[in-house]
């Protein structure tokens, strides 16, 4: 597609429930980052993948969070057991090159996650 | 998780003016790319630096890349009302093995008419 789409544009789940997040890359892109946006906050860093693999996952904050990427396209973010500090913008990014040095990163509009 | 400091956080103007905001790290970073966000939209992409004391513009925007590659800079020039909004930096840190980008806290910026 011509921009990165992430839906659904809004959920609101219950807390200890099981969401997830979907995230549509740039076509081409190997690169995709997940972010975690609380208000008032610039974007959080969770992970990255180079193609189908998870290059760095050290800024997911516990093992609730998991993400998926299986065929180095459209990517998964998974969260277990729900919980009210959960609730955030969560944003997905694309890269072209591999994500290497010198290039540059495009969001999608993000998801918007209430937890109640 | 770890943010860039971004000066001012926040700054109201009267349109016409200039604006100057800064990003600081403690780190070295081989890339600077400027974002703005819109309420309940995702960061767009302004400018992007590649190298030390690069200045790159984009209309009326002018970003530089700091000598030290530890600072960026971002100017507006003539400000107009749909300037308003939030300003992020981000930084690609030189760290080996890791192409993640870090963001600042950003500068909100209002512009009165």
């Known amino acids: 597609g011509a921009g990165v789409s992430q839906t659904p544009s809004n959920k609101v789940t219950e807390k200890g429930k099981y969401v997830e997040l979907r995230c549509d890359p740039i076509?081409?892109?190997?690169?995709l980052y997940w972010y975690r946006q609380s208000l008032g906050q610039g974007p959080e860093f969770l992970i990255y993948?180079?193609?189908?693999?998870?290059?760095?996952d050290s800024g997911l904050p516990n093992d609730r969070f998991f993400a998926v990427r299986p065929e180095g396209s459209v990517s998964t973010l998974k969260i277990q057991r729900t919980e009210r500090g959960d609730s955030a913008v969560y944003l997905c990014?694309?890269?072209?090159?591999?994500?290497?040095?010198?290039?540059?990163?495009?969001f999608g509009q993000g998801t918007r996650l209430t937890v109640v | 998780g770890q943010q860039l400091n971004q000066s001012p956080q926040s700054m109201f103007i009267q349109e016409g003016e200039d604006v100057s905001m800064n990003c600081t790290s403690s780190?070295?970073?081989?890339?600077w790319l400027w974002y703005k966000q819109d309420p309940g939209e995702g960061p767009v992409l302004l400018i992007a630096?590649?190298?030390?004391?690069e200045l790159t513009s984009n209309g009326r925007l002018t970003a530089q890349f700091g000598t030290t590659r530890k600072d960026s800079f971002l100017n507006i020039s003539a400000s107009i009302p749909s300037d308003v909004g939030i300003y992020f930096c981000?930084?690609?840190?030189?760290?080996?093995?890791?192409?993640?980008?870090?963001f600042g806290t950003g500068t909100r910026l209002k512009v009165l008419a």
């Open positions: 990014a694309s890269s072209s090159l591999g994500g290497g040095v010198d290039t540059e990163a495009f």
């Open positions: 076509s081409g892109h190997t690169a």
């Open positions: 993948f180079q193609g189908t693999g998870a290059a760095d």
């Open positions: 780190s070295i970073f081989n890339t």
């Open positions: 630096l590649y190298k030390a004391g």
């Open positions: 981000a930084g690609q840190p030189s760290t080996s093995g890791t192409y993640k980008y870090i």
